[in-house]
């Protein structure tokens, strides 16, 4: 297993993963070690791609008392 470096990589990783998820590896397999290598780098990959901008606090507010029924 390598550092993913491109998006084909990136894309790769992602349709493995996906098909060792379908499979559902029992625990300590070389499944599931794999599925949980490939998680990490997904992560990483994405965390230093696609980062998540914090949201902006008034809309997370607005959001929350919309989920809670609230109009306030």
Partial sequence: MKPI????EYQHALERAD???DVDPEPD???ADEL???VDLVVRWEDEH???EPPDL???V???KEQQG???
């Fill in 5 to 8: 470096r491109t998006d084909e």
């Fill in 19 to 21: 098909k060792l998820i």
């Fill in 29 to 31: 397999t070389p499944q």
């Fill in 36 to 38: 949980e290598q490939l």
């Fill in 50 to 52: 696609y980062p998540l």
């Fill in 58 to 60: 008034e809309e997370a």
């Fill in 62 to 64: 607005k959001f929350r």
């Fill in 70 to 72: 609230s109009d306030e």
